[in-house]
């Protein structure tokens, strides 16, 4: 919790009011500390490190200096830490909103901004907070994890006390802690002064009784009460005297004033009674209502189940599973320890995760999912076979926004929670199974050694992009230095030449390592730490690491930078690590004359299928061998190279292009692609279309419908992607943009409209669909190529990744004119591939969307939508597309969801009871007008735009990468902020039957004037161009289906028509129409 401005207001207030600045010496007293903020606090002031991940090390030693400070003072220490996020609720939305905060701070950390007051952004490294209670548990403090959010038991153990409190949470100004507050940033260690406030001072000079400070700060905006909920009461008070004031100051004075002229004996309901009739609207008042309830609640001091527990050791507590089960005393009793995580906690009694942020790149994916299979074993043993938990939604970045999703826990043969205690050797056992480190070498390494080793061999394993072996090397680096104290060299003493580096894509495998790590410490404390938890200070250091990377990159080999006597250790952690890994997973390049006889025989089937063009044959190793063989053989490597692989196949040409595809395919999804990738991959598209385009007659080539639409998907993903890494000019070397500038027709957008058209003529596609359309046979129009499966299905495919290309470089309307002959709304002919269909109705939607014919694109969303729910076990049995086709269904819920906030109307029941599941709060923001959510929302869902031609290379702009996309958003957020007004009058007009325009002008503090011209912008946006007929997309009548029907006489607004929801019996009344219809056909074919 938190009053915005509070504390800045107070300080500056000391001087008209002196009362408030009471200096004491903080001598032989308990003091209940505030944990959570204390460690941001020491770790902020002192100034060390956000950037490069944690400066462990020497965070452990200022957190310890200040204890013994504290304790050399006769000082007593209570410390008391956040616990498990609250079932509640009640606070999801500010926990969503600094989330994303965080998200933002570690976008600007990472490309190394400040703010711009010209400070650093500050973001705790993810395993500061393990850091600091490593302090209290090695140095004895006392220390306690709350239930839940710790204000509440801080404040009552410090009125039971009669203790000071210390933190810099403003809240204590507010709660009835007797024996005062001191701010954090007013308390000086060294000298044991601080500036204690006092409740009564703070009410004194707010000229009110104490009992009405909740209700103050309730007014003043907390976390529980948002700045959209006090608007209405903002505006009441604004007019209050503000004595020249200005900003939120006019806030602080208008509320002061307010509550300082209403009469001394008020009590509190009393007060806020004369808070609400200060409001017109009815649904403003009810809104603030229930807001501040919830706030004067989490004011009241109960006793804290943590007074027996820091006095003599009993563990109580009010948490319970999600299935309102008792939570086992044992788990209790760790979790108040330390030593069961938050998270965990979170996941078995709320369903609810907020994984953590750190800086890295956030156009890439998070780092948290690198460990999410550890995270899911461990809500299966914490979820007891479903008995305790029913559901884990994990909040994480995608991308730049703040998303959930849905965690299954893995459930097969793993044992209860309530029953980990009873075999030693199997919690070991299973620990080092999930880390893939069941080995004697693993097992053989000193006891504070086997969990770093551990995790970075998962690390290794599962790290996406792949871990590079100098990340390896620097991390195990760093362990050793760590442990053998040799790291002062490096930060004590720094190389003046250099200043502090920061490899961005080391960055990227040292936020997964610390993920990592994170979670098999969780994973080890849930089944009662089978192996010793190791101290982050000697595993992990952020600045050490980025230094070591920079010594190897710049040629120095791991071994000289090793004392002769830790040698022996790094190699001991590098064996244990890497030892069998090119077992189970990847092979190594350069052995490929020594490939597993299985992909030697994969390859000659593979030919042999091609060559003598056996569909199913291809069909058979293409959708399943050559995936499976990929997971077990090529997961973090790339397959054989071409070169080789034409010996294999006595250098047939065809066959090797089509391999090619393959290879430089599975690179992009599963590598990162380099410079020559990119080149290399597009010459090979360039061979393979050449093939098949400049022929007199057919090419004597069958390849499936999925493997058609994979090269063509795959043709326009590659020419996506280089366009977008051609963008980022400002992180590339001077050879690299030398090269890119002297090569600006590779990966040409011209180059590939033109294949595209190609086979679009080639194939005859259009003149097929239009006699098929027409009810003719498509085959008397084909010609000779377009009569052929291949042209046939390539020609169609390439119409549909036309409509995407167009899309991407943000002309819809050219997207819609190369589907003319395509009747989106029958079903098709040609298009058998499910990706291909999600495909097209996620562009025409999204197109429809930005053309604003929101009908339309609602209509399409909801098409493809339920498809996909029907059609759901095919994609479950199509493992390598299931991920991309989910995450274009969860996008195409997002753009429902907006498209509904913009033109409400009546949905497939299935279509909206999944989108109120999904997106329920989200729906909630958009209807609320919420600009940031329509930004956050747009981003997510929308395509990832690209310019049409390469940048600037002698001058290349700062964020060029970005401008396809912003002036997309623009577009986008100039129709919210016209239709935003229009939210706020269709939710009145939803209420009314009559209404005086003057009333409407005065709930929204608009002029009446305003109000004509809004409710005529009104009118206008419910009319909608809708298609009704034909194949022409672009084609429609003007239509009103708006939920709310209104018109204007004189000075009255009359709403005419509320359409309410039909029924379930519509959809019924429906069937039997068409039933009778196709009986009056039978009946009429039967009498022929």
Known sequence: MGVRGLTSYLVRSEESAPYLRRLIKLRDTKLIIDGDNLCNYLYKENGFDCRCGGQYEEFYKKVLLFFEALKSKGVESFVVLDGAYDRSDKKLETRKERTQERIEKADRLFRNETSADGDEYFLLPLLAKFVFVEVLRDHLIKFAVSDCEADHDIASLAKDWACPVLSDDSDFFIFDVKGGFIPLSSFDVDQSTARIFYRSDVARYFGIREELLPLLASLLGNDYVSREALKPFNRTICNFPSDGLSGKEVRFSGVKYFLSQLPNSISETQAFECVLGSIESSESRERLEKAVEYSLQEYAITKSNLFDYLRNGVVCSLLRTQS????????????????????????????????????????????????????????????????????????????????????????????????????????????????????????????????????????????????????????????????????????????????????????????????????????????????????????????????????????????????????????????????????????????????????????????????????SGIQSIYEKKFNKLTKRYFEKSPWPEPDYVASLVDGDQVFLILYKELYYRHIYNKLKPTLEHHFESYFNYCDLFNYILNTDEPVPLSLPDQWLWDIIDEFIYQFQAFSQYRSKLLKKGKDEVEILRENTKIWNVHSVLNVLYSLVEKSKINHQLERYNQGGDPDSVAGEFGIHPLYKMLGYFSLISLLRLHSLLGDYFQAFKVLENVELNKKSLYSRVPACQITTYYYVGFAYLMMKRYQDAIRSFCNILLYIQRTNDIFQTISYQNEQIMKKKDQMYVLLAICLTLYPQRLDEHVHSQLREKNADRLQQLQRGNLQTFEELFSYACPKFISPVPPNFDAPPANFNREPFNLQLKVFMNEVLQQSPILVIRSYLKLYTTMPIAKLAAFLDMDESQIRTQLLCFKHKQRNLVWTKGTDALEGELQSSSEVDFYIDQDMIHIADTKVERRYGDFFIKQIHKFEEVTRKIQAFSNT
């Open 324 to 615: 309102n089960l008792e939570l086992d005393e044992e788990v209790l009793r760790r979790f108040r320890e330390g030593k069961f995580s938050t998270d965990c906690m979170s996941s078995l009694t709320a369903g609810k995760v907020f994984l953590r942020v750190q800086v890295e790149d956030c156009e890439r994916r998070s780092s948290n999912q690198c460990s999410m299979a550890l995270r899911q074993l461990m809500y299966g043993i914490l979820s007891d076979g479903g008995r305790n938990m029913k559901r884990i939604e994990e909040w994480d970045r995608e991308g730049f926004a703040l998303m959930n999703t849905d965690v299954k826990p893995y459930n097969d043969k793993i044992p209860s929670i309530s029953s980990i205690l009873i075999d030693p050797h199997g919690r070991l056992t299973m620990f080092l199974d999930a880390l893939d480190s069941d080995s004697a070498y693993i097992k053989s390494l000193p006891k504070e050694l086997a969990l770093v080793a551990s995790s970075l061999r998962f690390l290794h394993r599962n790290s996406q992009p792949p871990l590079e072996n100098s990340h390896l090397h620097a991390l195990l680096c760093s362990c050793v230095k760590l442990e053998d104290g040799s790291w002062k060299h490096y930060l004590e003493h720094p190389t003046k030449a250099f200043s502090q580096p920061f490899d961005e894509r080391a960055a990227q495998s040292f936020c997964q390592w610390q993920c990592v790590l994170r979670d098999a410490i969780h994973l080890n404390f849930v089944l009662l730490e089978p192996v010793q938890t190791p101290c982050i200070r000697k595993v992990f250091n952020g600045k050490l690491v980025h230094c070591l990377q920079r010594e190897l990159t710049t040629g120095s080999k791991p071994e000289s930078l090793m004392s002769p006597s830790s040698l022996a250790r790094y190699q001991e952690l590098c064996t244990a690590i890497t030892v069998d890994q090119e077992e189970k997973g990847s092979i190594d390049p350069q052995s490929y004359p020594h490939m597993p006889e299985e992909i030697r025989s994969f390859i000659h089937f593979f030919h042999k299928h091609v060559t003598n063009q056996n569909l």
